[in-house]
């Protein structure tokens, strides 16, 4: 593939801009300068340096993020910073979105990708993938409200009961929930009609593929080939 292409697929630009780019001596490869946009080079672990920084090209992107409180899963945030300023601008440039989304005060796991079918199949809810939430509730948890989240509880809105899937208590006001439905505002508003109230709420896994623990709030990181498979695991088909 041409270098002027493999530029403009990774996010750096127009063709135009990254032919400039490249002809300026800002692109190297194994430490040498690049200054042909045409030159063919192949892209199978191709490992390039734009400005000083190091890029590995990648078809599709997958991402995970450690989500702050605090930040909207949305190019055009309306209260708060977006999930997207803390991504590097190739890859907000080359159109990864959110695998579903997070309150602007929920915390933890984001996926983000720019392979249309990846997203979909992430953030169906027909798909049953379930998903492990950390609620810090105001009131101690009680036996009757884990009862009442496994049985399943009224939402308005909703014409059945909503349960969680699995429900333990993991601290006297901490509960730990699993769901496999996205409907707004779930969490908060399941415990809620349990008779209690979330204060803060953290997403730690995502079918079978948990947040890595070295991985520090607000930095991302390439998902690997063993993640995606993690995802997979307990997940129907």
């Known amino acids: 593939m041409r ?3 493999i530029l403009h697929s990774q996010g750096f630009g127009s063709r135009k801009a990254c032919r400039s780019m490249i002809r300026n001596g800002r692109v190297r490869l194994a ?3 690049i200054d042909d946009p045409f030159a063919e080079l192949s892209t199978e672990e191709l490992v390039f340096t734009v400005d000083e920084q190091t890029w590995s090209y990648r078809d599709k992107a997958y991402l995970v993020l450690n989500k702050p409180a605090g930040y909207e899963c949305s190019h055009r945030p309306q209260c708060h910073p977006s ?5 590097p601008a ?3 440039a080359r159109g990864v979105q959110c695998v579903g989304r997070l309150d602007q005060d929920t915390a933890g796991l984001l996926l983000l990708s720019d392979d249309g079918q990846f997203i979909h199949r992430w953030s169906s809810g027909k798909k049953n993938v379930p998903k492990v939430y950390e609620a810090s509730t105001a009131e101690a948890v009680t036996d009757a409200q884990i009862q009442a989240l496994l049985s399943g509880v009224h939402l308005n809105g909703e014409p059945t009961p909503v349960h969680a899937v699995a429900c333990e208590r993991v601290a006297e006001n901490t509960l730990r929930l699993t769901v496999t439905e996205g409907k707004y505002h779930q ?3 399941m415990v809620a009609a349990a008779g209690n109230h979330v204060e803060r709420l953290h997403r730690s896994k995502i079918g079978g593929f948990a947040l890595p623990s070295d991985l520090a709030r607000g930095q991302w990181r390439w998902l690997t080939n063993a993640d995606v498979a993690a995802l997979g695991a307990f997940v129907s088909p």
């Open 90 to 92: 190739p890859l907000v």
């Open 31 to 33: 430490g040498r300068i």
């Open 3 to 5: 270098l002027e292409r």
């Open 187 to 189: 969490i908060k508003r």
């Open 83 to 87: 999930v997207f300023a803390l991504l």
